[in-house]
């Protein structure tokens, strides 16, 4: 059984006519058992995001209001869907709302009063509804539009560690579960006529059954974890660009589509920041040989990027990456005294607690520079942990521009006379933080 795996982003199904057309995508692929992946809907998991943040600091009429508006949003796509208001997606998404309002309702009480409330916890509670409430409407419709389709809570199979907000993979369990579970669904096509196995990227859970999520972006991740388990041949992820561009086109305008990439080539610019695929999502497909195919949804018979095992293969264009958001933290001794390797290894530690990951960093002999993401929840804890060995300075609002296959001459335009507050340069990588 040749099994396709597909992921639909946000952007995919941010509306009425987004889902209508994604059924339009499943249409022609009508021949083959597909296991689709979806995120929440257009902007949903930075909404939740902000719902979170009113039950954390108990602002119950701000907490309200974001919920609604999650609400509503939900509810406008459900109305141009579904006319019947009868419909049974009509119970089952307000049955999803009401346990996420009893939830925050109950929470909020008692937020910021007991000494073991943690804030990963929540926030896999509440931000993973989003997966769940598109999922939930993405089949009805699909059921209602005549294709085959069953429904899988993923955290029946995803199965991880208890690191909420970026939870890891029980691959063993995960894999098990998976192979009794899709194939079967899949196997007598003729019999049950179902063709369609849907699930929800980004979540999963524990081994008590506690829902949790794998990281910002991580539904690219969960259809790898399908692809891979299923050992499938070819993987899909269905984005808002014509495939994996050698820029953002959204910031340059004059970027081009990569018709190929190397998996190699592939992590290394997911790594930096390229926002097109969740950096882990490689591996797994690269350890099988899976082939990983980006296409627009807006043309889904563009050609798109193929990205497979190309030995000896090299890009001859730049690629350009911008992070925003940026923070520089420079850490020198308090006695000018040299950063030694002691120092090093505690930095790193503590980093390692905070679950901060370095983009760049510069060593000197009495200080040492790393350039982060400006994540609102851990870096001030992480400078407060600084603060308590080390002269502690930072910069924030920066961005870090990433050229892979830089040129003479390829980063003059991108830094158009603003400062450069760290470079650094290796054979094939340029990267500066700029102001
Ligand atoms: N909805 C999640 C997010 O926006 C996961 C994803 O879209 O891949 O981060
Ligand atoms: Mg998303």
């Not at 296409?295 to 264009?317: A, M, Q, V």
């Amino acid at each position: 059984m040749d099994i396709k795996v597909f992921k639909f982003g946000g952007a995919s199904v941010c509306n009425a006519s987004g889902i209508r057309n994604v059924a339009g995508i499943l249409r022609k692929y009508k021949d083959d058992p597909i296991v689709m992946v979806v995120s929440a809907m257009g902007k949903t998991t930075n909404a939740l995001e902000e719902v979170l943040k009113y039950y954390i600091n108990g602002d119950p009429v701000s907490l309200i209001e974001a919920f609604e508006k999650v609400q509503k949003y939900h509810w406008n796509i459900l109305e141009e869907l579904f006319s019947d208001q009868d419909h049974v997606v009509y119970q089952t998404v307000d049955s999803l709302f009401n346990q996420l309002r009893g939830y925050i309702r109950k929470g909020h009480l008692y937020m910021g009063h007991t000494p073991d409330f943690d804030f990963d916890f929540e926030y896999d509670q509440i931000v993973s509804y989003g997966e769940l409430f598109s999922s939930a409407i993405v089949y009805h419709y699909l059921l209602e539009q005549g294709l085959h389709v069953v429904y899988q809570d993923v955290r029946d199979l995803i199965k991880t560690d208890r690191t909420f907000r970026d939870a890891r993979v029980n691959w063993e369990v995960t894999t098990n579960l998976i192979r009794n579970a899709i194939p079967a669904y899949l196997a007598n096509r003729e019999k049950t006529g179902v063709s369609v196995a849907l699930t929800q990227g980004f979540i999963g859970s524990d081994m008590h059954g506690d829902t949790t999520t794998l990281g910002r972006e991580g539904s690219d991740f969960t259809a790898a974890v399908f692809a891979y388990s299923l050992q499938v041949k070819e993987m899909t992820i269905w984005k808002d660009v014509p495939g994996v561009m050698n820029a953002d086109p959204k910031w340059r305008k004059e970027a081009i589509k990569l018709d190929t990439l190397s998996y190699r080539e592939a992590i290394e610019l997911a790594y930096y920041g390229a926002s097109v695929i969740h950096p882990k999502t490689i591996k797994p497909l690269e350890n099988s040989g899976i082939i990983l195919r980006v296409k627009s949804f807006s043309d889904p018979d563009g050609t798109g990027t193929t990205i497979e095992n190309l030995e000896s293969w090299t890009l001859d264009i730049p690629v350009f990456i911008r992070k925003q958001d940026q923070v520089l933290i420079s850490l020198s001794s308090r006695d000018f005294s040299f950063i030694m390797e002691e120092n090093l290894s505690q930095i790193f530690n503590i980093l390692a607690t905070y679950r901060v990951k370095v983009n760049v960093m510069q060593h000197s002999a009495i200080s040492f520079s790393i350039c982060v993401d400006n994540d609102p929840q851990k870096i001030p804890l992480l400078l407060e942990h600084f603060r308590k060995d080390y002269k502690t300075r930072y910069n924030e609002g920066l961005e870090l521009i990433t050229i892979r296959h830089y040129q003479p001459g390829t980063a003059e335009a991108l830094i158009n006379n603003r400062k450069i507050l760290m470079e650094q340069k290796s054979r094939l990588t340029l990267q500066l933080v700029l102001v």
